[in-house]
C-alpha cells in the first residue's frame, strides 16, 4: 500500500453525494435492461472488518481476483487521465476463493466484484466481451472499470451509495489496487501526481450525450475541494469552483431529448494549487456554445434553463419590471412546445442561480443588468414581420419593438431600423439596404444569439475574475465537452460537434 502525503481532514460539503441534480431514474430512452433485477446488491466498498478466508495459493478452482487500476472510462463516457501511475504488486498476490459466481477484490475485504474490474484481463478483448462485462457489472451496481489507463463509468440514473464521506476517506491517498474502481481513485491520483512530481495534470471525459460527463466532473471537482484543505480565502474560492456549476448550467444547459440538463457548451475547469496543495485559483475556458439553441430547436427540448427559470422564479416586482409571462407567450420558448422537465423545480432553481450569482460575485446591478438581457431575448422573439407591397419586411406591429427597446436601454426607432434595414459600407461610398422578411428575421435572431453569446462570455469572466491568482503553482485540469447530437435540423454548432469526433 502506498500513503504518498499526509491526509488531509475531509472537509463537509458533500455529504450526500453531489447536489447539483442527480434525478433519479429520470432517464429518457437509455434506462436498465429489462432483465435486471429489482434490487440489484449495492457493492460493499471499503468494509476492512472481515475478511474472506485466503486459501492457498495451489487450491483448486480457485480463480484470482483482479487488480484494481487506475484512471477512468464510463459505459458511454470515458475519461483519460493522461499521467497514470501503476502501483501493481508482483509478487504474493492473494488468491481469493470463487463460489461460482461469487468473487472478490483481491484486497478490499467483503468486497464482492462482478465481472473483471480492469478490462485489460480480460481473456480476449473485444468489443463483445467488453460489454459484457460491463453489463455484468453494471446489473451488479458497480458503474466504474478501468481499462488500462482508463476509467469506464456506465450511467447508474440512479444515486449509488458509494460517493460519501466514507468513501473520500477510502480513497484518498490509497493506491488504486487497494479499493474498486472508483472516480475518486481517479482525481486522487490525479492530485497526488500533481504534488509529488510537480507537474500540471488534466481528465478529459468523453462520451455521448446523457452518458454522465457533467456529473463526473462535478464528482471531481467536489472531491478535489474536500480533500484540499485551507482556511477563509480557500473556502471561497472552493465556493466559487463549486458554485459556478449552478450558474453556468443555469446558462449553459438545456433539456434535450436525450438529457434532462444536457451541457450546450464544453468547458475547461482548470483548479490551481499552492505548492502545499491547496486551491488559489481557477479558470475557466469555454467553447461552442449552442446559440442556435436561443432561437430554434427540436420539438421536446428547450431552450437554456434560465428562460424557463426566470419565467417561473421572478417575483411580482420583477414581472412588472421584465415584462415577464409564462412561457407560452414567448415565440422563442413555445415553438418546442415543452416548457417543463420532470424533476426539476425552476422556482426553486432560480433561487439557486440567483445565489450563485452573489457567490461568484456579481454586483446587484450586473444581476439585473443580466436578467434585463434574458427578458430582452424572449421579447425580440415576438417581433414579426410583414411584406409590404415592394416587398420588403416591416415589423408587423411597432408596439412589439417597445419594450425590448426599453430593456437593452436603446432606441425602437433605432432597434426597428437595425431589424428591417442593413447598411453595407465600402471604402467609397455608405449604402443603406432595405432586408426582406426572411433577411428581418434572420437578424432579429442574430440579435438575439449574439446577445445570448456575450451574456455567457461575460458571466465565464466574471467566474474567472473571482478565481484569478498570482501565484505560482501547478493545476489540474477537467475537460467536460458535450455529447455529440444529431438533430432534425442541424446548425452550425452540430457540424463543429460532427469535426471534433471526426
Ligand atoms: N453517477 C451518476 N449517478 C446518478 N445519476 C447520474 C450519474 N451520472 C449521470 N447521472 C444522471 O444522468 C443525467 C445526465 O448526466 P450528465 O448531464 O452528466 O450527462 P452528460 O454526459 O454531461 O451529457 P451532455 O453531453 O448532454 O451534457 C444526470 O442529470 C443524472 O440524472
Ligand atoms: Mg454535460
New binding site residues.
Partial sequence: MLRKTGRSKPASVLDS??SW????Q??VGNTRPADEPKSATLPRMGKKSRAPAIPPPSEPNSRLAKVGRSAIT?G??TFHHPRRKFHIPCKGRPILPIDDDEVYHWQSHNVKTAGVDDMVLLSRVTEDEIVTNLRKRYLDDQ?FTYIGPVLV?V??????PY?TDKEIELYQGAASYENQPH?FALADNMYRNMLIDAENQCVI?S?????????????IMNYIARVSGGGDRVRHLKDVILESNPLLEAFG?AK?V???????FGKYVEIQFSAGGQPVGGKISNFLLEKSRVVMRSRHERSFHIFYQLCAGADSRMEEQLGLASPENYAYLSQSGTYTVEGTNDVQEFQETMKAMSVVGLSDQEQKNILQIVSAILHLGNISFVEDRSNFASVHDERYLDFPAFLLEIDSVALKAKLTGRVFESHRERVNMTLNVEQACYSRDALAKGLYSRMFDFLVQKVNTAMVTTTPGYSTGIL??????IFEKNGFEQASEIGKII
Fill in positions: 453525494g453531489p441534480g442527480v434525478h433519479d429520470q432517464l464510463t458511454m463516457a458503474i463509468s450511467n447508474p440514473f440512479k444515486t449509488m460517493f472516480i471525459i462520451g455521448e450525450s446523457g452518458a454522465g460527463k457533467t456529473v463526473a466532473a462535478k464528482y444547459n434535450s436525450r438529457n434532462n440538463n444536457s451541457s450546450r467536460d465537452i458535450y455529447g455529440f447530437e
